[in-house]
């Protein structure tokens, strides 16, 4: 019984995921016809000017919280159990949007290099385990790569795995969808097994 309730668990998180990024992917399409190509987009807005600019009115919306209310009620974890600690969800530029289905997708300017915006989609928004590679999910937005899972392209020498590599990504490095780590690449290496989540996946 345990075996097949992880196993509904894990196909309901990889569909959801695929939803909020197909979501989030059309909402980019949407405001292109009326912003022009991301390629034109400005990344130096916190995440609270870059929603209310560029996305706010091309997705069903139903609140905005602060960095300091989300966590006032769902704080994060890492895949390995620890604080999250990391500016996407704790960063003083994040903003943090409910869709209507339920999901929550969090904007964050980033400001230490490459050009983008951290972009975290929770697949629930406040509801448990709110913890990286189970339910939260770790994605860069970039205007010459648009919507990338962290660690792609676009994302930065210090975050990105280079070319694809998928035992690096299941490996010891600390951002690795792996036990013990903190699963930043999770995203990644769910969309390049095809949208699923596999066996050895580190549930």
Known sequence: MPALIANSQTKETAIRLKKA?????????????????????????????FFNKYIKNYIKSIQ???????WSIAPRQLLNGSRY???????????????????????????????GLWIGIDINGQQKP?????DTFLFFFSTEYGL????????????????????????SNGKACSKGN????????????????AKDYPW
């Open 85 to 115: 600690g990391g500016t996407t969800y704790r960063g003083n530029n994040s903003t943090h949007v409910f869709l209507a289905d339920g999901s929550m997708i969090t904007f964050n300017l980033h400001s230490s290099g490459e050009k």
């Open 21 to 49: 990024y197909s979501i989030a992917q059309q909402t980019i399409q949407l405001s292109e016809a009326d912003n022009e190509s991301v390629e034109y987009w400005d990344t130096t807005l916190n995440g609270h000017e």
């Open 182 to 197: 903190t699963g930043y690449w999770c995203s990644a290496l769910i969309i390049n097994d095809g949208w699923e989540i």
């Open 148 to 171: 990338q899972p962290l660690g792609g392209k676009g994302t930065g020498s210090s975050w990105s795995y280079g070319e694809y590599d998928r035992s690096k990504i299941t490996g």
């Open 64 to 70: 905005e919280l602060s960095t300091t209310e989300l």
């Open 130 to 134: 709110n913890k990286v590679g189970k």
